[in-house]
């Protein structure tokens, strides 16, 4: 074989290497910043978006190097082969997710993992989501209103300039709530007082479904045991494999061990041990912190090296 066979053999091989790799990823195909922190993006993947459901996750990684990181799944369009994820920019990961734009791929994109939101038998609902914690209660709530449940939602946020998602909420609710703890859009105060308002006015649910901060998520049900109102709660423990295998995402539950990723992520918000698991969620706290402030890009010190 001559010189340009081998270059032409060579020129192949990488080509189909390159294309197989581009097969196996996940391509971003729209992406819309709802505030300053949070960003939504709406991911080519076909074959999670055939079998999602609301309530579920998925496990992402942006390279071979990246960690694994949960997001529970804000949407999915069957027809279109996509799924939605919303994320807040806190930390290295959803950080370097959020500086990635339409047409870019993401390594690994897994699921769908988890128990979908039960809503057999559900006729009337309160749906409660905090912050970007709205962004998966939105699904849920969708799912209930298609089953054929009245649903109340009451969704809250630190001020007016962070509100997301109201469209879409008063669209899939029969009453829908919006609170900020200034008072600057909506009603003034917290989740719970609204809550606790509509209960004690006599409002009769056959479940309460909380999605948000875990402090939000623990006073939820403080509110609601003393009517002896069902409630739920979707729990984002830390996670590694997302398979139960690992049993990094246990949690605590009625006195016995559960792993979120297979056994929920939704639990019953009146037997979860949450002092436990604020404990566990705050174990890799610093690290994080000094990773975002050490981390080098490798392509950043390979262009300065170049321009030396």
Known sequence: ?????????????????????????????????????????????????????AGQFIIFRIDEQGERVP????????????????????????IALGNLNEGDYIRDFVGPLGKPTHTEGVKRVCVVGGGVGCAIALPSAAAFKEAG????????????????????????SDNMYLMT????????????????????KGNQYDAVLAIGPIPMM???????????VKTMVSLNPIM????????????????????ACVDGPEFD???????????????????EKEVTETHACRMDAMGKALIK
């Open 1 to 53: 074989m001559n010189l340009m066979g081998v270059f032409f053999v060579a020129y192949l091989r990488f080509f189909i290497i390159l294309k197989g790799r581009i097969r196996n990823m996940y391509k971003i195909v729209r992406k819309k910043e709802l505030n300053a922190a949070v960003t939504l993006l709406e991911i080519e993947a076909p074959f999670i978006a055939k079998k999602a459901h």
């Open 218 to 228: 623990k006073f939820v049900c403080k509110t609601t045991e003393p009517f002896g």
């Open 71 to 94: 997001l529970t799944i804000a949407g999915y369009d069957r027809e279109k082969g996509t799924v939605t994820i919303i994320f807040q920019k806190v930390g290295f990961s959803t």
């Open 181 to 200: 703890d200034d008072g600057s859009y909506g009603e003034h105060g917290f989740v719970t007082v609204k809550l606790q308002e509509l209960l004690e």
């Open 149 to 172: 449940a009245e649903v109340d939602v009451i969704v809250g946020f630190r001020s007016k300039d962070i509100v997301i998602l109201e469209d879409e909420f008063r669209a899939v």
């Open 240 to 259: 590694i494999d997302g398979t139960g295998m690992c049993g990094g995402c246990r949690v605590t539950v009625g006195g016995e061990t559960k792993f």
């Open 269 to 287: 918000g009146h037997k979860v041990d949450f002092a436990e698991l604020m404990s566990r969620n705050a174990t890799y706290c610093q690290r």
